[in-house]
């Protein structure tokens, strides 16, 4: 089994920048995607970046030039830097690890990130 824990999260002024951290532990693929996902109230859980093993990343439309996912392998850690923050960024945000083929897929518990004035 897999667990992970995200922390990071808070409330920030509009253009203000956080960075959210998820720590994974157990039994884990040596080749693995890493992403976060967010979710606002009353809408679905949507993609925000992911990056693979090799250090390969994929990010949505919505925060490119303003995001930036990295992960530690050694210690499968995936971090997101969030700069230039939005109201419209503000969701809970979710950690998710799956192998390669999107197999094993779990996730954190979330954390509440918050962009208001």
């Known amino acids: 089994q897999v667990q992970l824990v995200e922390s990071g999260g808070g409330l920030v002024q509009p253009g203000g920048s956080l960075r959210l951290s998820c720590a994974a532990s157990g039994s884990i693929f040596s080749i693995n995607i890493m992403g976060w996902y967010r979710q606002a109230p009353g809408k679905q859980r949507d993609l925000v970046a992911t990056?693979?093993?090799?250090?390969?990343?994929n990010y949505a439309d919505s925060v490119k030039g303003r995001f930036t996912i990295s992960r530690a392998n050694a210690k499968n850690t995936v971090y997101l830097q969030m700069n230039d923050l939005k109201p419209e960024d503000t969701a809970v945000y979710y950690c998710?690890?799956?192998?390669?083929?999107?197999?094993?897929?779990?996730w954190g518990q979330g954390t509440q990130v918050t962009v208001s004035s």
């Open positions: 990056i693979v093993t090799g250090g390969r990343t």
């Open positions: 998710q690890i799956s192998g390669i083929l999107g197999q094993s897929v779990y």
